[in-house]
């Protein structure tokens, strides 16, 4: 079976950190690309962030980029998002998701789009005080 476990949320300070994490496990962790994405409350989900464990290529929301970083580490199955300058609009529940796309000839990864996605982790709750 398909798992995405995300952790690593919390309660964090303005201008805080905190790193969370997406272990995966069910399916050939480098064939997929692993989004990160957040839904506050009243708000739709947005895409975050995304890696292409293939080769590592990584796409951000505009709002995050320089204070967002993902990584991936392969041989622990896991992408891992480091949020540094947290803010309180920052403050959502985080979902991981794990997705590829198929053009009919052959696999490519998708961006921010949680459409494209597969399969889902439950969410991590990061909370923001101002």
């Known amino acids: 079976d398909v798992q995405l476990q995300a952790s690593g949320g919390g309660l964090v300070q303005d201008g805080g950190s905190l790193r969370l994490s997406c272990a995966a496990s069910?399916?050939?962790?480098?064939?997929?690309?692993i989004g990160w994405f957040r839904q506050a409350p009243g708000k739709e989900r947005e895409g975050v962030s995304c890696i292409n464990n293939n080769d590592g290529t990584t796409y951000y929301l505009d709002s995050v980029k320089g204070r967002f970083t993902i990584s991936k580490d392969n041989s622990k199955n896991t992408v891992y998002l480091q949020m540094n300058d947290l803010k309180p609009e920052d403050a959502a529940v985080y979902y991981c998701?794990?997705?590829?796309?198929?053009?009919?000839?052959?696999?490519?990864?998708?961006?921010?789009?949680?459409?494209?996605?597969?399969?889902w982790g439950q969410g991590t709750l990061v909370t923001v005080s101002s």
């Open positions: 069910g399916f050939t962790f480098a064939d997929y690309a």
């Open positions: 998701a794990a997705g590829r796309l198929y053009s009919g000839i052959y696999y490519y990864p998708p961006r921010l789009d949680q459409s494209e996605y597969q399969y």
